[in-house]
T-cell receptor, first 115, second 113 residues
């Protein structure tokens, strides 16, 4: 069965610090998809990135970057020069190719960025 | 920008009552989902819906739950006889194809008293 583990429950940083959120996953499928979602204090879930299992290239989008390593089953998320507006709960999620795109979420990491 | 819309944003109901949570998915999307998040916990899959039928459901989605797409735009989740433990945020989501990103609504906070 698929599983996503986010071992960091809560991280506190000061503005402008870099922070990395860890995500480790388990799946039996060779084709799968990984996602990160952001849940700000207002409660909605905001899509950040999707990555398929055949694409191990790291991705950068502004201050956000993602490091996908199949060898360690990890899909880590780094925020560079964090800002107070980055404060949110971040969820890593997985869907297997055999399903109807149902997402299995990790427990989330709460990031608190203080000024 | 197209978005998933959920109503109401907050609903309070008495234990044993029926509730219907409503969602309007993004118009050209074909896959629809309900997830729930008990306060402070992770987001859990309930059910997926494609081609006018349930395609997958979790063990949480028991006989007290049902989904319906009554017309071309709405997607509803009905809870027949609510229990205290049904109190949670319920998220509707949609996607345009399989294994692509799902876009979530802002959620309906259900409080059962």
């Amino acid at each position: 069965a698929q599983k996503v583990t986010q071992a960091q429950t809560e991280i506190s940083v000061v503005e402008k610090e870099d922070v990395t959120l860890d995500c480790v996953y388990e799946t039996r499928d060779t084709t799968y998809y990984l996602f990160w979602y952001k849940q700000p204090p207002s409660g909605e879930l905001v899509f950040l990135i999707r990555r398929n299992s055949f694409d191990e290239q790291n991705e950068i989008s502004g201050r956000y970057s993602w490091n996908f390593q199949k060898s360690t089953s990890s899909f880590n998320f780094t925020i560079t020069a964090s800002q107070v507006v980055d404060s949110a709960v971040y969820f890593c999620a997985l869907t297997e190719n055999s399903g109807y795109s149902t997402l299995t979420f990790g427990k989330g990491t709460m990031l608190l960025v203080s000024p | 920008e197209p978005e998933v819309t959920q109503t109401p944003s907050h609903q309070v109901t008495q234990m044993g009552q029926e509730v219907i949570l409503r969602c309007v998915p993004i118009s050209n999307h074909l896959y629809f989902y309900w997830y729930r998040q008990i306060l402070g916990q992770k987001v859990e899959f309930l059910v997926s819906f494609y081609n006018n039928e349930i395609s997958e459901k979790s063990e949480i989605f028991d006989d007290q739950f049902s989904v319906e797409r009554p017309d071309g735009s709405n997607f509803t989740l009905k809870i027949r006889s609510t229990k205290l433990e049904d109190s949670a945020m319920y998220f509707c989501a949609s996607s345009d194809r399989s294994n692509t990103e799902a876009f979530f609504g802002q959620g309906t906070r259900l409080t059962v008293v």
